[in-house]
Each structure stands twice: as C-alpha cells, then as structure tokens.
C-alpha cells in the first residue's frame, strides 16, 4: 500500500475474497471505478462486510449468487444480519472449470479431489459421471484448492481449479471445461454503506430481504402479491432460515425495476406494512443493462394521475 | 312556502320521491338539517337527482338497497352516469306491509294485486303461499298503490301497502305484517352536489361505482383485491350491465371506512390505476353508526411509518 | 287446446309470463320442441316455476336478464328458494319499445306513461332527456301497460310496448325506437323438472346460486378464485340479498362451460367445500352458440393426466 | 459383517456420509429397523444415493435442512435430479460444535479454522466476534476436518468438531458449546428407491420439487396457492436454480399433511397440472411427531361429501 500524499485525491480500498486468481478478483476488474485504487484481499465475506461497516473499506466485492449451485449463503445471511450496507452494483463473472493434478497424475488414481464448495457443486454431474467414487475435501477459495496440491498441505489428489491457474503454477491438466453448464455465470455484487440509491438507468434492480409476519398459511403469497399487484416481476427469491428455530425463514428478493420507480416505491412500502423485520439492499443496475419491461398499467404516470385524482376527490372538486 | 326575507337564512331544498306516507318521505324525516325546510316531492330517482345537478334543490333523498330485494337499480344506474353528485348521509327505513282493498272486499275474492315492484317482491312468498294464483299491478309508489283503489283508477283488487296508509284513507285491512322478513329495512341515501366529504366518525362507508378493464377471468378478482389487501371489508358488491353489451358490467361498491382513512385513500388509488373508469359517490357516516372494525397492521400509523422508511431509505439514511 | 287421444303422444305444457304478444312469448317461440304444443299463460314468475315443480307443465320459460336492465331479481330469488329446478335451455329476444298511446294524444301532453319496470329502465334515458317530468306506472307486462290504455283501466297517458302492439290495438305511435341502446337484448332460460343436462356441445355455460361462509374480507373473492384458478370465465356475477340482513348476500353466477368438462366439475366442488349453500342450476347450451375459449392447461386431458400420475405415485409405481 | 446364513432373513443395508461419529451416523441411529443391519459408509451424498438406485443399499440417510444454515443444496440437487427415489423417514439431531486444536495450541494462536461447511456456516457469529481475522479452511465432514489436523494432512490450526470428538482422539479443548444457536438442530430423511408411501399418522409431511411454468409475475404466486386454497401450511420452500440460466428455479416444497389426505392429493394434482415439471418425493411422518393442524372446511369428509354432491347433480338426482 503507497503512502497518500496531500497533492492527490485519496485513494478508495475496495475488499474481496483473494488471492489474486479468483473469480471475485474478476469482478472487481469489471469496476471502473476501481482501477488503480487499493485492493484489499480478506479471507471470508464476513471480513469483507466489516472491513465496510468499520470504514476500513469503501466498498467490498462478494459473490451472491451462481447459476448453478444458487445463493451464496453465507453472503445472503451476512447481508441480513449486518446492518448499514446497501448494494450498489452488480457484476457477472462466466464459470468454467478445470481437473488439475500433480504432474504425473493419472486422472484413474484420483479418489480424493480438492474443490470449494461451489466449484464442487457445479461439477457435480461431471464427477459422479467420470469419477463416482471420488470423496470431496473443500477448499477456502478456488485457487486454495489448486495450490495445497503443490504445497504439500492436502492430500487431496487433484483439484478443481480456474483455467488461468495453468498459466502460474506447475500443475498437470487432467480434465477442462469439466462444469456441468456451459453457460455457467457467478453474480457479484458490489456494497458499500448506506447511501443513496445510484440514479435509475431503466435496466435495474431492487434487493430486499423480508422476514413473514408468522407461519400461517399464505404469508409467503402476501408477500410475493405485493409485488405482482404492482406488475413486478422478481428475479431472485430465496428462503433462508432466521436460525431460531426449524421452519421460520426470511426471503432474499431481487425485484426488476428501481426504487425511483413509482410501482416499486408502492411495493415497498406494501412489504414494510405487512413484513416485521424487512432490509432494503439497494436499487442499483443490473449487470446485463436488460431494460426493466413492465404492463403500460403500472407506469409512473398512472400512479401520479391516481394521487392527483384522490387529491381532488378529498377536496371536493368535481370530477373531470 | 313561506317567501324569504332578507333577515332569515335561506332555506334549503330537499327532493324526495313523493308523495306524503312514502318510505322515502319517513328517511328525509331522519335527517335534523332538513327540518323546516323545503321539501320537495317528484316522481322519480331521475328527476330528483336532476333536481340537484340543476340547482333546484340542495339534495336528494333517494331509496338505494333494500334488505330483501337488493339494489335499486334505477337509483344506482342513476348515480353510475350523472356526473357531479355525491353521497353526504344514509339512513335505514324498517319496512312493514299490509294488504288493503275497497271496503267490502273479501281476501278470497283478491286476484289482480296493486304494490311498487319492491313492496311486492318483499311480500313474494306470503303472496305466492296465501294467493298462489294472484297476478301484480306494479304501482309507482306504496302510496299510490292503495290511492289508486279508492280512485277508481286502477283495477286492482287489493294493494300492499305501508300501515300508516289506514289512518289516511278508507280502506279495509285485509292481512297485517304481510312482508316475508320481520327484519326489513330499506337503506337511503342523501345525495348532494360534489363537495368535500364530511369528516370521518370512526363509522364510515365508502360508495364507488368501477368498471373492470376487460372481460379475462380474474379482472373481478383484482378489483376486489384493492380492497382485501388493506384490509378493508365490503359491505355491498352489485353488478350492474355498462347496458352496451351482455355481459359487460359495471360494479357498485360499498367499503367499510372513510377516504381519510390511509388505508382507503390507498384501495381507492389502487382501483384508479385498475379500473378505466371509477366513479367516487362518497364517505359518510354509516347510518347504523357501527364502528369499522380492522386489523391493526392497517391502520393510518403503520402507512405514516412505511412512508417515512420509504423517504430515509431513499435519501440514503442508515435504517433506524 | 285440442283433447289428447290416446293413439298420439301426450303433448308437453310450456308456462311463460303471458298474454301473447310479450317478449317471454317470443322466447318461447325459439323452442323447437315447443311448437304445436300446449303453452300455458301465466302471470308471475312464481307461477311459472310452481307449474313446473308441481307437474301442471313440462318447462316454464323466464326472463333472467336484460342487457340495460340487468338480472330479473324475481326470477333469481325465485331460482334460488325453489327446489328442484334445472335450467336446460337458453333464449336471446332483441328488445325494441315504441311509446303509445290513445288516439289523438299529443307527446307534449304525456305525464303519466305506463311501463313494465323492465322497459321503464331500458327507456329511462330518452325519457329523462324527452319528458324530464314524467312519473312511471309500473305495469304488469309490456302488453298490460299498452292494452291497458284502451281498456281504460289505467289513467296512464301514455305506455311503453313491443312495436307489434300497433298490429293487434287501435293506438297512436308517438315515438319509436326510444330504447336506450338499439342492441338491447333479452336473455330467457327455459327451466325444467330436475334432470341430468344436456350433452355438451363446446358452446355451454353452467349456473349456479353460492352463499359465502361469512362476512369476512375476502370470502368473494375465494368464491371467485374456484373458477379463475381453473381458466374459467365468468359471464355473469350479480349479488341478491339473502334477505335476512342487510350485508347478506347471495351470487347468481354463470360461468363459461359445463360440468362434463373436468375443469368445471373441479370449479363446482371447491365451491360446495367452500360455500355453505350452493344451487346447481344447469349446464346447457349458450344462446349465442359461442365455442368457449380456455387456455390449454385446464383441458380435460391435464386432468385425466394429473389422476393417473397420482394414482401411480400413491401405489408406489415409478415415475415415467 | 457377518456372513448370512440360509435359515436367516436378508440383512438391509443402509447408506451413510461417514465415517463413524458424523451427525449423520447419528440420525441413522434412531432408526429401529436399521437396528444389526448393514451401515455402508459413504463420501457424499451422490454417492449414498446412487447405492439406493443401483440396488447396492436399502435406503441411505441423508442430511437435507439444517435450522441454521438452511437447506442443504448438493442434497436437494440430487433428489430433483436423480428419478426412482422416495423418502419415507425424517429424524432430527441436535448440533453442537466445540473447537479443538492439536495439543498445546492455544487459540490466539488459530488463525486457519478446518471445518465441514455446514459447520462452519453455524458458528460464523462466534467466529466473526472470537477471531474476526480467520479463515476457513473446508472439511469433508465433522470428522475428517479434526482427524485432519492429527494426520498432518491439514495445515488447520483448528477444527471445529461435534463433542463426541474428545473421545475418540487426543486434541485440546479450545471452546465449547460455539454454535450460534443453543436450539440448532439438523434434519435428516431417509431415501429408499420408489415404493407406496407408508400409512399416514395424523402427524405427516409431504416433500415435493416443482419448476414453474414460466417467469411471469406471479407463477409462484399461482404454485403456493395450490396449497393455501386447500388450507394446507409448508414448512420448508426453497428455491434451487434448474441450472440452465440466472434467473430459473425450482422449488423445494415441504406441506403438512399426507397424501391420503384428500386436501394434500387435491392440492398435488392442481401443482401437477401446472407445473411442466413436479416431482413427489414422498408422505412419511413427521420427525417431531407434531399433529397437522388444518380448518374443518379442508377434511376428507368435506371433500367426499362434495364428489357424491357433484355425482348427483351430474346423474340428475334431485338435490338433497
């Protein structure tokens, strides 16, 4: 870390899962913004998160979720229980996945395989198919797994690994392109503290997390209502336990459309009234820039035509 | 009427439909504001609701829903497409019948029956019962009904009337407390010009007439929901043909609460964006002064609070 | 009518609201089955429908709705406390009304204008904007009002009638074609004995008569869920109080199908769980003949399937 | 394993994530009829699954949900994905963590934290707040992640492990009950291949994966409702992406109730018909023993009572 000098601006830090190599550190190369500042290489999403919250930080990059294997937890239940973040951008990072080995390795003598946890899962089908009986050891990152094989610190016998890792260390190719999904894709998302939502572009998202207000049935549908009576789709929606108890959950939401947008505005506040507990993420723009299409019936304009009309009604206007 | 001079207030003008000994007569007799007043008797829903629009008169009272034959449906479909009106008052009339005729004349001898279409189908099942084969001279008034046997107008031989009639006319009492439900009332409605609702009691119904957007299985559904997500109870739901096209109809509404209630204020905008065409009759105390009821997590304070969330998430203040 | 012998088949009896001439008698006249048989004249609905249970006729022909007017309560609240009755055929009448009156009368002299209550309301707008200060007396049938004039046993100056009057009475046209909409139409069933229905025929629609469980916010809607959750539609939803409280009511519903179709029999048992009164009143053919739309997946066939796969799934079998 | 002899019944075999002394081992032990039989220890879930399908074992016991880290994804993944399975037991045990070392350490020594996922993710709170500074390093199981640092296979310097652990094997005590939540618990069911599900209890549970049919608004919305228009309550919904693109999910359903239930099979056929892609995964009691609970209006006698309602409209009975 260079020393700041007065005659130039200060420098951002921004936190990520490291080492150098893995597809976190890609994501925060999609970042503008991000170039040429400090990057901070922490080892969990919970240090990533307080590096943002104690201010050692401007921001953190974390994996939310993957197309294959779904949520990232640990960053879901992070984001729920630590108050005065607010995501802030989105960024998506494609997959892919290669067996590799200490050179020498056979690919038939490989029983025990190093791999995170989500790399695992979406090889899964490749491994039960090429090597049923293979037992797991999970790694802290993707390129963890690949480096203990020379280490010496695992015994595992292969590991799976990001492609470019051939191009830094000394590591035989058994297998490539071994994930289950070509198209395979892991979404980032960038958070800062809480600040004001970046200006509406068309193409956003809004990311909430709403506990139910008890376990009746229908409270998941009041939820999920509040936002198709307003003609808004939802791109995520994930349970997660509050952790009290067995069968109490919260919801992780992601919602097209920002909260600038009157529909989403009203929809918010519908979850607020009915939700005990409910966390507004951030409305920020989504990674692939699709503009947000919605029925002409739910636009801001009818929404402030309808305001206009109450108004005059409560006055005693005659009606137009 | 008295003429007016310069040192009295002037007086105000009530429509009504006549003539003296109506039912209709008995609800303008409910209402404090109308005493000493002028009184004025017409012949139709239509004529008193012009009465108003022109400036004739200050109001209507005009009959609106009876507990045994339901709507009234020349009321509403007046209401539906006469702009420029507004429901400030309801009162509820208990409704009584006796069967009259010429003295003289024998029940058994009864065949052809004079009675208002909605003072008939309030005696259907004792007519139907005690004079299976009857036929019905529909009349334009209770009143009339009874009138017209001593005038020789009409050749009815008996007629349902109000029992107050007796001591008016000569007329024989051939059957008391004829009406199928000892539980009868007639439900009026005070009409004025458009002007801003009456402050709200606690005890309040909401009128609105909505048309729904298309005919596709559900559009009834939505609208209804406006209501049931805020909680708000309907006291009355009546479909009325739009008249262009079977099939096609238009919906009279009564809601439990008061425009001022934010919960209402709420439903009601929600019903402007969904229907093509809402008509507002009005908030105004419920006649039985019954306090609504509602579930707590609707009430004004919980939208208060849910817009003061929305305005500090926006603004980027860290969440209480 | 003629005397029955005994080497030709007993003819069936037809009860319609009479005299010849009215709208209900030309209904009738659509019925192949009815011609060169007995047609019995009655005076009320309730008449009708009493033939019927008590075997004087085969079917009784009713009015049911009117496409300015709306649902013929009578006739609903008829259908609705009347037992054993099955709708088995539909009718459409196109209404036209012709202003009469004795001979030599002149429009500017029109007071008093006798009418069904029906016709009245289907008039109401020519007559508020040609004679704002009529009054209306009521009339027992189209016919009535007009032979009424003649008779002079009706002070009436004027009447409402069927264009035919001019045929069969000595009465002076003052205006024609004073309907309010020129494609007013006039829906008539034709009900029977209870009887297993008709054959489907695609083109069908199916009545029924629901109380709700209790006055709760949202038992309407759950009603309406039984049919929009199975791609339903509905052509008819009207509300008549059941008579013992204001605020109770029952719905007169015809929905798009019959109850041979599996979505349909579905519908119509979620509403018996759910209702504590229900009234099947009959699957029959629509007078329009209109095939009836409904999306794919509430075919027969994704019923039978969905039968078949829960069948093999509770006796173990594997899953295709 | 002792051989089997003629004159003795075929021992099962029973599938499990070892080895000895896993949570997993310990759900299996509360199976009576697993009692003297056959325990296959296995490597992962894939593998203790496909024993089942490939005839090699009876059943296999497998961790699914766990009260703080919710469900468990490679599980759920396999069961959506892998035909010809069925559970028919659930079990729950009890979790609690300590953590140990290799002797002598002391744990503001602990930097690099061995231990299963799962694990991990339960004790995050106290990590974050004990040793903020950690990383983690994954573990194949409980077992293996403190055997590891015994072996010198794993460069830990501490494992988190259940209790039992200190009985077997010579580490250091470094924390104690280090669990986030004193009532964690996790859920285990039992799989064998498809057979008929076994008899309901009273006290049942219905697992089923279900895609939806398309992403507009309100598909899950439509999903839920099969279950909440039957009165039926789940106690588990989880989200899984298919795979195939962000964005697209299958649901993990737990219901209450069997499918002998006449509400539970009603509700399964209505989720069939809509959903291109459901899979039941079977009726089997409750771990917890707990009595489903449901409104009156949702017993089999109700649903009976409607089918016979239903055949005898249909056959042209006269309405009871």
Redo the contacts between chains.
Sequence with gaps: MTPEHDDQPARRTYSYLGPAGTFTEAALAQVPEARDQIWRSV??V??AL?DVVDGRSDAAMIAI???????V??AQ?ALA?M??L?IVGEY?VPVNFVLVARPGTRIEDVSLIAA??VAY?QC??W??KTL?????????SNVAAAVGLI?G???ADAAIAPPGILEHHDLELLASDIG??E???T?FVLVSR????PSPTGADKTSLIAEL?D????A???L??Q???R???????????I?????R?RFVIDADGH??DERM?DA???V???SPKV??LGSYPRADRAIVRYPQ??SDD??V???D??RA???????A
Tied chains: 1, 2, 3, 4.
Aim: a negative charge; hydrophobic letters at 40%.
């Design positions: 080892r969990n919970g240090e307080a979720e993957n197309s294959v294997d779904g949520g937890s640990t239940d229980t108050p005065g607010r998506l995170h946890p899962a899964l089908q491994l039960l049923p009986e293979h037992a797991h050891l999970p790694a802290a280490d610190v695992s015994d289950d999904n198209h395979a894709v979404r809480t600040v004001a939502p207000p376990d009746h049935p229908g998941l549908l009041e999920l209502e936002f198709s009576t003609g808004i789709n939802l791109s995520l929606i994930e349970s997660r336990p952790g009290d108890a067995l069968g959950y909260v600038a505005a918010l506040m519908g607020r009234r009915f966390l507004f019936r739910y009818v929404f035509e309808a305001r009309w109450l009604l409560i006055s005693g206007e005659p009606e």
